[in-house]
């Protein structure tokens, strides 16, 4: 049974996935190397939780102790030593989640599970650099995550039906919806999504049509709730250049090829929402949509 969990990264997924699990009752440590980052994470936190106070979705009671479940740490064996479940939330690199893992499996329990919130590196290439590649699973939330009601379980090869069974059942003790899949580059919700953003991309560059444009067709022709070179600066330009690459990699097939204009951009800097700039200039600090000056007719 689970009951307490570590989140490793404090970064947007992480705090986010830190928040839902201590808000529906858990024990959390949010573990990241930087103490600034959990300065950050934890104001993110807090933030969020006074917003759904605001919107009357929580009291201050539960707000507090929600804040109360959670513990951060800057050493990875205070921080995961006790923990049931242990998610991984660190960027969409693999040399770096391998790492993790390795020190993972030294640090925690035994019967601990692992999982990692990875959005496209394959499960099982992770749950090989432990000696416990049966309780090493796929928990891939949805940004933002108190909000997203999707967590894609992904079982790598050896992953065990109890191990899967027990993700599948906490995914819906946080008033989620976990849906299981196989384990393929990209999985599900990024073989399809990223490809998408890479093909308005390919718009873009060939000049078929302008930034807004794209994102227009998209929003009123699909109903999109956003446009894809908007969703793309919200994922982070940089993220989706990986996950691209991992596909292109996995699949070996021409089409999943980033886009070049994808790669320039991440290459100068421009990665989107976290960076100020992407498709759209993020920097003027209100809601209004602007194009980028690079894009602009």
């Known amino acids: 049974m689970i009951k307490k969990v570590a989140v490793i990264g404090a970064g947007t997924m992480g705090n986010g996935i830190a928040h839902v699990f201590a808000q529906f009752g858990y024990e959390v440590s949010l573990v990241d190397i930087s103490e600034d980052s959990l300065k950050r994470g934890m104001a993110t936190i807090e933030k969020n939780l006074d917003r759904m106070v605001a919107k009357e979705k929580i009291t201050a009671d539960e707000k507090a102790a929600t804040l109360g479940r959670l513990k951060t740490f800057t050493g990875m064996e205070e921080g995961v030593g006790q923990a049931d479940l242990i998610v991984e939330a660190a960027t969409e690199n693999e040399t770096l989640k391998f790492k993790i893992f390795e020190q993972l499996d030294k640090a925690a329990k035994p019967e601990a599970i692992l999982a990692t919130n990875t959005s496209s590196i ?3 290439k992770i749950a090989a650099c432990t000696a416990r590649p049966e309780k090493v699973i796929g928990m891939h939330f949805m940004n ?8 894609e379980v992904i079982r790598g090869y050896s992953t065990t039906d109890e191990v899967t069974n027990i993700i599948m059942e906490t995914s819906k003790t946080l008033n989620k919806v976990p849906v299981e899949v196989n384990d393929y580059p ?5 073989r399809i999504l990223m490809p998408m953003i890479n093909e308005a991309i390919i718009t873009l560059n060939e000049g078929i049509a302008g930034v807004e444009e794209i994102d227009t067709v998209m929003k009123l022709g699909m109903a999109h709730p956003m446009g894809p070179l908007q969703l793309a600066d ?3 330009l940089d993220v989706c250049l990986a996950i691209m690459e991992v596909l292109y990699t996995g699949l070996g097939n021409p089409k999943y090829a980033p886009c070049p204009l994808l790669v320039n951009m991440v290459a ?4 989107g929402v976290k960076s100020g700039e992407g498709f759209y ?17």
């Open 122 to 124: 394959s499960i099982t």
């Open 281 to 297: 200039n993020w920097s003027h600090g209100t809601k209004e949509l602007v194009v980028a000056d690079f894009f602009k007719k």
């Open 234 to 236: 919200f994922i982070g």
């Open 186 to 190: 990209g999985f599900v919700a990024n």
């Open 144 to 151: 933002p995550v108190p909000v997203m009601k999707l967590v």
């Open 268 to 271: 100068a800097g421009k990665k």
